[in-house]
C-alpha cells in the first residue's frame, strides 16, 4: 500500500492550496489508521506538518499552527491539507504517510512552490 498525494502547484505568498492523500492500489482504507503530512523543502531534511488520528485529534508543526488544516473524509478515503496564508519557506515537496507509527513506503510527493 503506498500513500499518494496530490493537489500541489505554484502559488504567490499569502495563497492557498489544499493537498489530497489518498491510498493507491488496493481497497485499503486509511479512515482507521493515522495520517501525517511531511515535507521536504530545497536542501533540506524532510519534516513533520501535521498529523491526524484515527479518531479524528489533529497536531501541527509549530510554523504551521493557525495556517494548516489537517482533515480526513472516511467517506472519500481521503485526508486533506488545507494551507492558507502560505509564505516561500513552504515550498517543498509534501508526502503523507502513517502518523503515530511505521512508516510505508514514500510516495513521490507532490511540489508546492510558493513564490514572494
Known amino acids: 500500500v503506498q500513500l499518494q498525494a496530490c493537489g500541489g502547484g505554484v502559488v504567490q505568498a499569502g495563497g492557498s492550496l489544499r493537498l489530497s492523500c489518498v491510498a493507491s492500489?488496493?481497497?485499503?482504507?486509511?479512515?482507521?489508521?493515522?495520517i501525517g503530512w511531511y515535507r521536504q523543502g530545497p536542501g533540506k531534511q524532510r519534516e513533520w506538518v501535521a498529523g491526524i488520528t484515527s479518531g479524528g485529534r489533529t497536531n501541527y508543526a509549530d510554523d504551521v499552527k493557525g495556517r494548516f488544516t489537517i482533515s480526513r473524509d472516511n467517506a472519500k478515503n481521503t485526508v486533506y491539507l488545507q494551507m492558507n496564508s502560505l509564505k516561500p519557506e513552504d515550498t517543498a515537496v509534501y508526502y503523507c504517510?502513517?502518523?503515530?507509527?511505521?512508516?510505508?513506503?514514500w510516495g513521490q510527493g507532490t511540489q508546492v512552490t510558493v513564490s514572494s
Open positions: 492500489g488496493s481497497i485499503f482504507s486509511i479512515n482507521a489508521i493515522g
Open positions: 504517510n502513517n502518523y503515530g507509527r511505521s512508516y510505508a513506503s
